[in-house]
């Protein structure tokens, strides 16, 4: 089967024009505007950001599983990465996901593991140092607060998974730091949130 460029390990040359694309698909009341803040709104990060996590996953997601939409399109890695960040900002059921960008809830499943697997493997720069709390490395406050910014941490997960969840979504809360992610940051402040970078012990 031929893949498509972006599961090559090809960028979109717009990415602009790729969420435009994507979110043609996206069924209800999500407003389809002109403009890259549709990904902040959508995804809950800048484009810029959005980009930087693309090129961070890009290579591992490229090989990975197969997955398409319910009119048989392959999903691209650009599109993995939109639906496994809507799944992990709003902690939405996944059949809920699934329905709004037209595909099968497994299917937003496997793609937000896939994707939390690919960031925790590869993201180890975005992490700072040792933290201490039960089975998270990180105090309950802090713990808390990341539940606040990624809700999907407040669903019951298994031990094991809740870890790597949690040390993805550190990881992120990190990138959205060195990005200068003016969004999350404004997002933090007006609830109160340092925005500092997390700590995670593995």
Same mark, same amino acid.
């Given at each position: 089967? +031929?893949? #498509?460029?972006?599961?090559?390990?090809? $960028?979109?040359?717009?990415?602009?024009?790729?969420?435009?694309?994507?979110?043609?698909?996206?069924?209800?009341?999500?407003?389809?505007?002109?403009?890259?803040?549709?990904? +902040?709104?959508?995804?809950?990060? =800048?484009?810029?950001?959005?980009?930087?996590?693309?090129?961070?996953?890009?290579?591992?997601?490229?090989?990975?599983?197969?997955?398409? $939409?319910?009119?048989? /399109?392959?999903?691209?890695?650009?599109?993995?990465?939109?639906?496994?960040? /809507?799944?992990?900002?709003?902690?939405?059921?996944?059949? #809920?996901?699934?329905?709004?960008?037209?595909? !099968?809830?497994?299917?937003?499943?496997?793609?937000?593991? =896939?994707?939390?697997?690919?960031?925790?493997?590869?993201? %180890? /720069? !975005?992490?700072?140092?040792?933290? #201490?709390?039960?089975?998270?490395?990180?105090?309950?406050?802090?713990?808390?607060?990341?539940?606040?910014?990624?809700?999907?941490?407040?669903?019951?997960?298994?031990?094991?998974?809740?870890?790597?969840?949690?040390?993805?979504?550190?990881?992120? %809360?990190?990138?959205?730091?060195?990005?200068?992610?003016?969004?999350?940051?404004?997002?933090?402040?007006?609830?109160?949130? !340092?925005?500092?970078?997390?700590? %995670? /012990?593995?």
């Amino acid at each position: 089967m +031929e893949r #498509s460029e972006a599961n090559c390990g090809k $960028f979109p040359l717009n990415y602009v024009i790729w969420f435009a694309e994507f979110v043609k698909r996206i069924a209800g009341h999500f407003p389809l505007v002109e403009d890259s803040t549709r990904v +902040e709104v959508y995804c809950g990060i =800048s484009m810029r950001t959005f980009r930087y996590l693309c090129s961070l996953v890009m290579e591992p997601m490229s090989n990975s599983q197969i997955f398409k $939409f319910n009119d048989n /399109r392959e999903l691209t890695v650009v599109d993995k990465v939109a639906i496994a960040m /809507r799944s992990l900002k709003l902690g939405k059921l996944l059949n #809920s996901i699934g329905g709004e960008i037209g595909t !099968h809830s497994f299917t937003a499943a496997k793609v937000t593991w =896939s994707f939390v697997e690919v960031l925790a493997e590869n993201g %180890h /720069r !975005h992490l700072r140092g040792p933290a #201490s709390a039960p089975e998270e490395g990180m105090s309950a406050e802090t713990f808390n607060r990341l539940k606040k910014e990624w809700k999907v941490l407040t669903t019951v997960m298994k031990p094991e998974t809740l870890r790597c969840m949690t040390k993805a979504c550190c990881i992120l %809360h990190n990138i959205v730091i060195n990005m200068n992610d003016e969004r999350q940051r404004e997002l933090s402040l007006s609830e109160g949130h !340092h925005p500092g970078f997390l700590h %995670h /012990r593995f």
